[in-house]
């Protein structure tokens, strides 16, 4: 049995990839039902933008250099109908790949004309206030912001389940100035559950050095999980220059929360009470 080679196959998910969804839907159409003999060229007068017709192009002359090898007759006698089964089976898959998992890069600093990402504080309130039942925070330090902190306490009172795990006085020995109650209010303190990173509990070098509970992330709905260099601070949320990727993957977002969850089970983080 001869399978589609990879040249080809390659050119299939370029397609796949680099069309619009409607131009897809209209190439597929035309591909099954189009008159085999004139396909490429009845094909390709339908196709305006230069640019879809050179991946279509070079989609169809690598099927007419191929198809002998996959089905024993040349493309024209074999018609579009196949190639067309196999663009609407790549779409389908690349689809469902983005759905599956897609990123998006984020920033705070100075403004740039044209640019096309989203900043940090931005996205934060996004993932607070579109949670329906879950959010984790987790930061090194969390000081004046004040929005962040009027949006939790909204997710709140709608019934979102709220954990953050943060450095404290306490748990940081003073690397850390303030505790979270302090800075997002004694309600969230009380209601959210928070988590500490005990002192006991932490690796040290040989000189007694002690590490530090510095990731910074926010998991919503086990759905969304926003990584960033940034903390829940003002200078960090309007000041720095920070990066971070919010990343759209059921998988990646919930094996941090299994993470976190096997880490307070163990006991290395511990439940705190300001």
């Not at 196709?47 to 090898?69: C, I, K, Q």
């Not at 998006?104 to 996205?123: I, N």
Request: proline share 4%.
């Amino acid at each position: 049995m001869n399978f589609l080679s990879p040249p080809l196959l390659a050119q299939i998910r370029t397609c796949a990839k680099q069309l619009p969804r409607p131009v897809l839907e209209t190439l597929i159409e035309l591909l099954a039902t189009g008159d085999s003999k004139t396909l490429k060229a009845s094909v390709l007068t339908q196709l305006p933008n230069p640019n879809f017709r050179r991946v279509v192009a070079d989609l169809l002359d690598a099927w007419s250099r191929e198809g002998s090898h996959v089905d024993g007759s040349a493309m024209p006698a074999a018609g579009g109908y196949a190639i067309a089964a196999a663009l609407m089976s790549a779409a389908y898959c690349e689809q469902a790949a983005r759905e599956e998992l897609s990123v998006e890069l984020v920033w705070t600093g100075p403004s740039l004309e044209g640019t096309r990402l989203r900043r940090t504080q931005q996205v934060l309130l996004q993932l607070i206030q579109d949670a329906k039942q879950e959010l984790i925070l987790v930061s090194f330090a969390v000081y004046k912001i004040p929005e962040i902190a009027k949006a939790l306490v909204n997710a709140i009172e709608r019934g979102i389940s709220l954990k953050i795990i943060a450095e404290t006085p306490e748990s940081g020995e003073g690397k850390i100035p303030f505790g979270v109650g302090t800075t997002l209010g004694m309600e969230i303190a009380r209601k959210a559950q928070l988590y500490i990173w005990p002192r006991h509990k932490r690796l040290t070098d040989s000189e007694g050095r002690y590490g530090s509970l510095h990731i910074k992330c926010v998991v919503c709905d086990r759905q969304h999980l926003f990584v960033s260099s940034a903390n829940l601070t003002e200078y960090a949320l309007t000041l720095n220059m920070e990066m971070g990727v919010l990343i759209h993957s059921e998988d990646l977002a919930c094996q941090v929360v299994e993470h976190m969850n096997d880490l307070i089970q163990q006991e290395t983080l511990m439940l705190y009470f300001e």
